[in-house]
C-alpha cells in the first residue's frame, strides 16, 4: 500500500475571533467575546503518522458548491478521472446546506453545467417559472445525480485536514472522513472551498476582507411556514435575550417565497470572521439567537401567522479567504466592463458589498455606485500564484473585495469553476504545467460549451 508520512503540528491556541464589534449590535452576544483557550503559541503537540494514499485522480476538486460541482462535471467531461471532496453530506453548498435558495445575476448562457442544473431543476419541478428561485433540496439530488453521471467519485461528510507542497506543486491532500485520515494523490487541484482552504494550507499567499480585515457580513437564513390563525403562537418567549418590537430596531432583513404557504427568512450577522474556527462558532450562534428576536416581531407586533420550522446547518457566508492568482481582479475592472485576452467567465451581478460594520441594509458604497456592466473574468484570477498545480473557483478566486461583491454569486461562480475543469482536464491530457496553457484554447471551449463572454451586450435579464 502506497503510503505518505506527514508531521503535523497542532496549536491549541486559538485566535482571537472578530465578532467583537457584533457583540456591540447585540447585548446577548456579550459573553461570546472572551478569548479561550491556551495563550501560548509555544503550546504545541506533534504527531507522525503515516497516512494511507486511498485515492488517485487526475483532477481533485475541494468543495462541492456550485463552483466545485461545475470543475468537477467540466473535467470529468473532457475525459479526465475526478474527485470531488465535500466536507457536509450533500452538494451545492450555501444554495443547499446554506439555504439561499435563488440565482443572482444572469441565468441565460452560462454554460453547459449550469444549463443542465437548470434543466434539472424544471424536471423536478423545482424552478419557479418566472423567477431563479428554487427548491433547494431538490437542487442537492440534481447536482448529485449531474455528478454520478459524469462518473465523478464523490466523497461526503469529508473535510479536508492538510495539503503536501513539494516544489511549489501539490502532490496529495489529507482528508478526514468516518474511515480516518487517508490521503488523495492528484495531479491538479482545484480549490473551491469558499475559504481558500486547500491555499490556506497549503501556505500559499491570501488575502481577507477590507483594510482593517473585516470580511463581508454573514446571512442568517431561516424557514416559516404559514398556518391557520387559530393555530397563531409567539414561539420567542419575552425574556430570550432581547426580541425586536419595534420596525426600528429589525436588523437587514429579506424574505421570499419558499413554496406553499412558506417564506424564507434572511437577515444579516456582521462582523464574524469565516476562517476563524471560534468566531464561525460564536456567528451561529449569534444567529440563532438573533433570528428568534427577529420572529418576535413578526410573530407578537406584525401578527403575522408564521410558525418557524427550521433554520439552515451552515450560517450564509459572503467572503472566507481569498487566493492571491497570477491576476487580481479589482473593482476598477468591474467598473470599466473589461475584457481579458485570458477571459474565460463573466459576470453581470451589481456590487453587493454590504456595509460590515452594522446589521442594517447598508452598502460599502453609495447606491448609485452599486452597478457595474458586464465584465470577464480572466484565466489568471483562477490560478493561484504560488503554486504549479492549483486553480481556484468561486468566491476564493483572486480579487479585491469590492470585485468579489459582485463576482460571487452561484452563475459567475459556476462559470469559474466550469472554466478551471476545463483548463485541469486540458493540461493532465498535454501533460504540462498549468501556465504552458494555451489560454485561448480554454477559452473557445468554455464558448464551445455554450457560455457567452461577449461583454459589449448584455441579451439577458440580469437577477437580483
Same mark, same amino acid.
Given at each position: 500500500m502506497n503510503m505518505t508520512t506527514r508531521r503535523i503540528f497542532?496549536?491549541?491556541?486559538?485566535?482571537?475571533?472578530?465578532?467583537a464589534l457584533a457583540t456591540q449590535l447585540n447585548a446577548q452576544t456579550a459573553q461570546l467575546t472572551g478569548q479561550t483557550g491556551s495563550k501560548s503559541d509555544t503550546d504545541t503537540i506533534s504527531i507522525g503518522r503515516k497516512i494511507p494514499v486511498r485515492y488517485h485522480a487526475d483532477v481533485v476538486v475541494i468543495g462541492g458548491g456550485i463552483a466545485?460541482?461545475?470543475?468537477?462535471?467540466?473535467?470529468?467531461?473532457?475525459?479526465?478521472?475526478?474527485?470531488?471532496?465535500?466536507?457536509?453530506?450533500?452538494?451545492?453548498?450555501?444554495?443547499?446546506?446554506?439555504?439561499?435558495?435563488?440565482?443572482?445575476?444572469?441565468?441565460?448562457?452560462?454554460?453547459?453545467?449550469?444549463?443542465e442544473i437548470l434543466s434539472g431543476l424544471k424536471r423536478f419541478k423545482a424552478l419557479e417559472e418566472d423567477r431563479p428561485v428554487f427548491h433547494y433540496e431538490?437542487?442537492?439530488?440534481?447536482?448529485?445525480?449531474?455528478?454520478?453521471?459524469?462518473?465523478?467519485?464523490?466523497?461526503?461528510?469529508?473535510?479536508?485536514?492538510?495539503?503536501?507542497?513539494?516544489?511549489?506543486?501539490?502532490?496529495?491532500?489529507?482528508?478526514?472522513?468516518?474511515?480516518?485520515?487517508?490521503?488523495?494523490?492528484?495531479?491538479?487541484?482545484?480549490?473551491?472551498?469558499?475559504?481558500?482552504?486547500?491555499?490556506?494550507? +497549503? @501556505?500559499?499567499?491570501?488575502?481577507? =476582507?477590507? /483594510?482593517? #480585515?473585516?470580511q463581508l457580513p454573514m446571512s442568517q437564513m431561516s424557514f416559516v411556514r404559514e398556518i391557520d390563525p387559530q393555530n397563531v403562537c409567539v414561539q420567542t418567549p419575552e425574556d430570550f435575550y432581547t426580541p425586536v418590537k419595534n420596525e426600528t430596531d429589525l436588523p437587514m432583513t429579506s424574505i421570499w417565497p419558499d413554496g406553499p404557504g412558506g417564506k424564507a427568512l434572511k437577515i444579516k450577522i456582521p462582523m464574524f470572521d469565516a476562517t476563524s474556527t471560534e468566531s464561525l462558532t460564536q456567528a451561529e450562534i449569534t444567529a440563532?439567537?438573533?433570528?428568534?428576536?427577529?420572529?418576535?416581531?413578526?410573530?407578537?407586533?406584525?401578527?403575522?401567522?408564521?410558525?418557524?420550522?427550521?433554520?439552515?446547518?451552515?450560517?450564509?457566508?459572503?467572503?472566507?479567504?481569498?487566493?492571491?492568482?497570477?491576476?487580481?481582479?479589482?473593482?476598477?475592472?468591474?467598473? +470599466? @466592463?473589461?475584457?481579458?485576452?485570458? =477571459?474565460? /467567465?463573466? #459576470?453581470?451581478?451589481?456590487?453587493?458589498?454590504?456595509?460590515?460594520?452594522?446589521?442594517?441594509?447598508?452598502?460599502?458604497?453609495?447606491?448609485?455606485?452599486?452597478?457595474?456592466?458586464?465584465?470577464?473574468?480572466?484565466?489568471r484570477s483562477l490560478i493561484a500564484k504560488d503554486a504549479d498545480n492549483l486553480f481556484m473557483a468561486g468566491r476564493c478566486f483572486s480579487a479585491d473585495q469590492l470585485a468579489l461583491?459582485?463576482?460571487?454569486?452561484?452563475?459567475?461562480?459556476?462559470?469559474?469553476?466550469?472554466?478551471?475543469?476545463?483548463?485541469?482536464?486540458?493540461?493532465?491530457r498535454k501533460k504540462c504545467n498549468i501556465r504552458a496553457l494555451d489560454y485561448s484554447d480554454v477559452r473557445m471551449e468554455v464558448l464551445h460549451r455554450g457560455a457567452q463572454l461577449d461583454v459589449s451586450v448584455q441579451r439577458h435579464q440580469i437577477f437580483g
Open positions: 497542532l496549536k491549541s491556541s486559538l485566535a482571537l475571533p472578530c465578532g466545485g460541482v461545475s470543475a468537477a462535471c467540466a473535467a470529468a467531461t473532457s475525459g479526465a478521472s475526478v474527485i470531488l471532496v465535500e466536507r457536509f453530506g450533500e452538494t451545492g453548498g450555501m444554495l443547499t446546506t446554506g439555504g439561499v435558495a435563488n440565482f443572482c445575476g444572469q441565468i441565460e448562457e452560462q454554460g453547459e453545467v449550469f444549463d431538490m437542487l442537492a439530488l440534481v447536482l448529485q445525480e449531474m455528478l454520478l453521471k459524469r462518473g465523478v467519485k464523490l466523497l461526503l461528510h469529508t473535510p479536508l485536514v492538510e495539503v503536501i507542497v513539494k516544489n511549489r506543486t501539490i502532490s496529495e491532500c489529507i482528508i478526514c472522513g468516518k474511515s480516518g485520515m487517508e490521503a488523495i494523490r492528484g495531479k491538479i487541484f482545484i480549490d473551491c472551498s469558499g475559504d481558500a482552504d486547500v491555499a490556506r494550507f +497549503a @501556505g500559499f499567499a491570501t488575502m481577507k =476582507g477590507d /483594510a482593517a #480585515g473585516r440563532r439567537r438573533r433570528m428568534m428576536e427577529v420572529l418576535y416581531y413578526y410573530q407578537a407586533i406584525e401578527k403575522k401567522n408564521w410558525r418557524f420550522t427550521n433554520w439552515s446547518p451552515i450560517i450564509g457566508i459572503r467572503e472566507g479567504c481569498r487566493i492571491v492568482g497570477d491576476y487580481v481582479l479589482t473593482v476598477d475592472d468591474l467598473r +470599466a @466592463g473589461k475584457s481579458f485576452d485570458d =477571459g474565460v /467567465a463573466r #459576470g453581470t451581478f451589481y456590487l453587493d458589498g454590504h456595509d460590515p460594520t452594522n446589521d442594517k441594509r447598508t452598502y460599502i458604497l453609495p447606491k448609485d455606485q452599486l452597478h457595474v456592466p458586464p465584465y470577464q473574468i480572466p484565466m461583491s459582485s463576482a460571487r454569486v452561484s452563475t459567475s461562480g459556476s462559470m469559474m469553476g466550469q472554466a478551471a475543469g476545463i483548463a485541469a482536464a486540458m493540461a493532465v
